[in-house]
Every structure is written in structure tokens, then in C-alpha cells.
């Protein structure tokens, strides 16, 4: 039996919406899902989440939760899902990236990285086990493999070493995930019995939802395995034959997703672009595509039209704190004194809670008074505006109207805004 399972249900060109069910939770792709770096979305209650936002999966950040609290705490409080209560889906990032951000606390070998924790600059390590270990503490229903993550400016040769080297890695946490899922260490493991928390995917009741068809609710997944999925990374930056060869050197081993990393990391939009149009319709077509830490709405857009079905990015909530705000008519910062007077809401056309009570005026004042409340509230509205443009993605690509949906929301976007 497979952990997870992803149909297409409907195709445009090269975007697919797709339904992807996990032990925990029925999700429709593409999808967002917003990123809980320290087993909480800043700012957002799992609550708002769960009903008016109506995420069906979220991150959590295996760096972070690996220096605090731990391991063996988390463990020892059966696994993030129990520990934080989200009883809906979770992936879990293998550390790496994190890792690698931290150019001058880190030694990199083959067997790993040792690094200086941020926090209080005490000697840690990570490797491709240790990554599997922490994450089957986690309990995560999609876990990553651990691999390296070459600066975005690197040359052929280094990317090359690099993707190599993260290939070795995806065969060593592969061999070590299976012995996990094995040896029952995954906290987050469902028997038959145990199966699909469905009463936290009732119905949502705000208007936020304008599906097609009825949100997908859970039903217990007899035919799924009740353990976690594997999904492995492909690497090679900028090259385009080299990410054909991170492809064919990742697919050779075999995961349940395939991801796309080292995109977003400081290159050219069109970069990013040329990569996505050669790489997604060579991945594997019956599994899910996952693009690691993208990005802006245009972005996402841009992505799907070429073949990307999953995204994860801090932008809605660190936005959110710094009094920016993502809307239809592309971003504003409340912190503008133009809005001091202005008494519509973030978004005319957003049908959030935020956007249906508070003014931009109002907003502005809260942040510019310090309040904790401008960032909860933002962050709210960012990441509804977030979670319903995909929604609004989806139903285009069920109609047959994406690549319209597309242009006219592009249009609408000022340039650099
Ligand atoms: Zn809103």
C-alpha cells in the first residue's frame, strides 16, 4: 500500500489540478501551504486555519524544531501533530536549507554537516539519518530527503559535485526512512483504526470557499499505508542539463514526490522560469511536483502554467509582520501615510474576515502603534488571499479557463509593485 495518493482530475496545458490524499487529510492541488517554521504559522491560530483559511496542510521546519525544542521532546509528546494539535496534513523540510544558510557555522562532509546552532552557537550535526530520524520524531505525513543546497551563483562544476553529492544523500535517507517507517519510530502513523482525523475537515462554512464541487472531506483511507511519504529533491540550479541529470539520478531511486530545489534563491525571475518550463513536464507525471520556498502570487501563477502542483512559502506571514499586504491590485504597505484616511478594506475583492471588517486606516494604525494585532490581522488576510487564489487556480484549470484566469490576473498586477 502507498502512503499518499495524487490523481490529476483535470489538465490545461501543462497546469493540473489534482486531489492528493495523505493519512491525515484530502488536499486539492495545486496547493499552497503556508509555513509553520516553528510548529505554528506566526501569528495564525490553528483554529483560523483549520475553518475560515481552511489549509489542509502546512510545514514545519525540521532545523528549528531540531534545536528547539528537540527531538526527544517532541517524541516524548507523541510527535508535532499531537504536540501542536494540527491534525491535518504536514510536510516537514529535512534541514538542509537552513543549514546551508549558515555559511560560516558550518563544516560540510560526506557523511554530513556540522554546524553551530544559531541559538547559542553550540555544536550540532545533520546529516541524511539524522535529518530521517528527526522527521519521523516529527511525524510528518510528506518528509523530505536531506540534501545539499549549492549557493544559487555556483558554477557548472560545483552545482554538478553538489547535486551528485545530494543524490548520495537521497539513497542514504531513503534506506534510512525505510527502516524508520519499519521499526515503527513515525509518530505520526495511523493504523486502519486510527485513521483520517475527519471531524476537523467538516464543511467550512465562510465564504471564502467557492469550489466547484464540495471541499474534499476525508474519508479513512483503507487503501493508503497509514505511514509517512518520501519525496526527493532535484538540484542543479541554473544548469539545465544538470538538472536533467539531478532528474534521471533522483527518479533512479524512486520517491513518492519529486521536488524542485535551489530555485528562489536569489536568481533571475526568468531563471527560475526557464528551469520550471524544461524540468516539470520531464518529472514524473503520476506524482506530485513540489517547488521548494516559491514565492510571489505571480510566481505561483507562473509556476502552475508550467506544471507545479505544490508550494510553500514565509512570505504571507513575514509580510504580514513587516505591515505588508498581498492583494488583487498587487502589494501595499499599510505603513504608507497615504493610507492614514483610508477607510476600504486591504483587498475590495478579498472576501477574508480581515478585509470584511477592518479599514487599511485602522490597519495602519494598529501597526504604527505597535500593536500585536496589525501583524495577527495581515498575516490573516495574507495568507487567505494566498489559499484563495489557489483555490481560484484550481476551479480555472477544472473550467478550462486558466490560461484566461492567468492573463487577466497578471494584467491587473502594477509591474514591481
Ligand atoms: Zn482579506
Redesign the pocket.
Known amino acids: 500500500m502507498k502512503p499518499i495518493d495524487w490523481k490529476v482530475i483535470a489538465q490545461e496545458g501543462e497546469a493540473r489540478a489534482g486531489i492528493l490524499r495523505t493519512r491525515r487529510s484530502v488536499i486539492e492541488t495545486p496547493v499552497f501551504m503556508p509555513v509553520g517554521t516553528q510548529g505554528t504559522v506566526k501569528g495564525v491560530r490553528y483554529e483560523w486555519l483549520e475553518s475560515e483559511l481552511d489549509a489542509r496542510i502546512i510545514l514545519g521546519n525540521t532545523y528549528h524544531l531540531f534545536l528547539r525544542p528537540g527531538a526527544e521532546i517532541i517524541r516524548e509528546l507523541g510527535g508535532l501533530h499531537r504536540f501542536s494539535t494540527w491534525n491535518r496534513s504536514l510536510l516537514t523540510d529535512s534541514g538542509g536549507f537552513q543549514v546551508f544558510s549558515l555559511t560560516d557555522l558550518r563544516k560540510l562532509t560526506e557523511e554530513g554537516v556540522e554546524f553551530r546552532s544559531h541559538i547559542d552557537g553550540s555544536k550540532k550535526f545533520l546529516s541524511p539519518e539524522v535529518s530521517m530520524e528527526m522527521q519521523a520524531a516529527l511525524g510528518a505525513e510528506i518528509v523530505m530527503v536531506f540534501d545539499e543546497c549549492p549557493p544559487g551563483d555556483a558554477g557548472f562544476d560545483q552545482t554538478r559535485k553538489s547535486l551528485e553529492m545530494t543524490a548520495r544523500w537521497a539513497k542514504r535517507s531513503k534506506t534510512r526512512f525505510d527502516e524508520l517507517q519499519e521499526s515503527g519510530m513515525d509518530t505520526g502513523f495511523l493504523s486502519e483504526e486510527g485513521s483520517a482525523v475527519t471531524d476537523s475537515l467538516s464543511l467550512p462554512s465562510e465564504k471564502l470557499i467557492h469550489n466547484l464541487q464540495p471541499p474534499a472531506t476525508a474519508e479513512p483511507s483503507s487503501d493508503l499505508s497509514g505511514q509517512q511519504a518520501l519525496f526527493g529533491i532535484i538540484q542543479g540550479a541554473g544548469h539545465l542539463p544538470l538538472r536533467r541529470e539531478s532528474l534521471d539520478l533522483t527518479t533512479a531511486i524512486g520517491f513518492d514526490g519529486y521536488a524542485i530545489g535551489g530555485l528562489s534563491v536569489g536568481e533571475e525571475k526568468t531563471v527560475m522560469y526557464d528551469v520550471l518550463e524544461f524540468l516539470a513536464p520531464q518529472m514524473p507525471s503520476q506524482a506530485p511536483r513540489y517547488l521548494m520556498g516559491v514565492g510571489t502570487p505571480e510566481d505561483l501563477i507562473e509556476a502552475v502554467s508550467r506544471g507545479v502542483d505544490m508550494f510553500d512559502c514565509v512570505m504571507p506571514t513575514r509580510n504580514g509582520r513587516t505591515g505588508g499586504a498581498f492583494t488583487s491590485r498587487g502589494k501595499l504597505n499599510i505603513r504608507n501615510a497615504k493610507f492614514a484616511r483610508d477607510s476600504e ?3 475590495a475583492e ?7 471588517r477592518y479599514s487599511r486606516a485602522y490597519l495602519r494604525h494598529l501597526y504604527q502603534t505597535g500593536e500585536m494585532l496589525a501583524a495577527i490581522l495581515i498575516s ?2 495574507n495568507l ?2 494566498f489559499l484563495d487564489l489557489m483555490r481560484k487556480v484550481r476551479d480555472s484549470i477544472k473550467l478550462g479557463r486558466f490560461s484566461r484566469f492567468r492573463k487577466d490576473f497578471l494584467e491587473k498586477m502594477p509591474e514591481n509593485a
Not at 478579498?350 to 470584511?356: F, H, L
Open positions: 478594506p486591504l483587498d478579498c472576501p477574508c474576515s480581515v478585509c470584511r490573516h488576510h487567505a488571499f
